[in-house]
């Protein structure tokens, strides 16, 4: 079993829609969640990056986190076009960036 | 502008050769990476220096050969490539002193035949 398993997509949506994208994983261990976009043909940039449980809100994104579940989520409001993109999870234990273990990622496309 | 570059940005070669990448951050970060993607986008690491010293090497075959001239650089040098060798690689940058994220290039696609 992995560590982190992410939904799998491909996932469509309409211009306007909320988009959720989820990830779970099996060690407690991790306490830093972070959200990467990868548009094609172009490295992951981060989106969004917590700590604690609960929710982060930047513009359209809400990133939520549920530490008992082992359960996380990328929220995205009000989706664009531009918005199409593959979106990876990462999670580490510590606040060393090389540790991060990454989902799959999920391929989102937003049609206009 | 580019905060981290990597050259070339595709690299088609034949099986057997020796090739290398380079990757060069001007952001100031102390620790850098490569990472491998393969076609279903599961990024791995592969190695990670702090300030010119390797810290991470995972399970890589040692054909692989990262070298760091300075804390800036890190460069990647593959001998006698194989056809599991295509892939997209990445270098990243981080700041261990403020638990920076990582800070990804645009990769380099590598396509072995």
């Known amino acids: 079993q992995k560590e982190v398993e992410q939904d799998p997509g491909p996932l469509s949506v309409p211009e306007g829609a909320i988009v959720s994208l989820n990830c779970t994983y099996s060690n407690s261990a991790f306490q830093y969640f972070m959200w990467y976009r990868q548009y094609s043909r172009k490295g992951p940039e981060l989106l969004m990056y917590t700590y604690s449980s609960g929710n982060k809100e930047d513009g359209r994104f809400t990133a939520q986190v549920d530490k008992s579940s082992k359960y996380i989520s990328l929220f995205i409001r009000d989706s664009q076009p531009s918005d199409s993109a593959t979106y990876l999870c990462?999670?580490?234990?510590?606040?060393?960036?090389?540790?991060?273990?990454f989902g799959d990622g999920t391929t989102l496309t937003v049609k206009p | 502008d580019t905060a981290v570059s990597q050259t070339p940005k595709y690299l088609v070669t034949q099986m057997g050769n020796d090739k290398s990448i380079k990757c060069e951050q001007n952001?100031?970060?102390?620790?850098m990476y490569w990472y491998k993607q393969d076609s279903k986008k599961f990024l791995k690491i592969m190695f990670s220096?702090?300030?010119?010293?390797?810290?991470i090497n995972e399970t890589v075959p040692n054909r692989f050969s990262p070298k760091s001239p300075d804390k800036a650089h890190l460069n990647l040098h593959i001998n006698s490539l194989e056809l599991g060798d295509s892939a997209v690689y990445f270098c990243a940058s981080s700041d261990s002193s403020r638990n920076s994220p990582l800070h990804f290039g645009n990769g380099t696609r590598l396509t072995v035949t």
């Open positions: 990462a999670m580490s234990p510590n606040t060393n960036a090389g540790k991060s273990t």
């Open positions: 952001l100031g970060h102390d620790t």
């Open positions: 220096y702090n300030n010119k010293e390797l810290i």
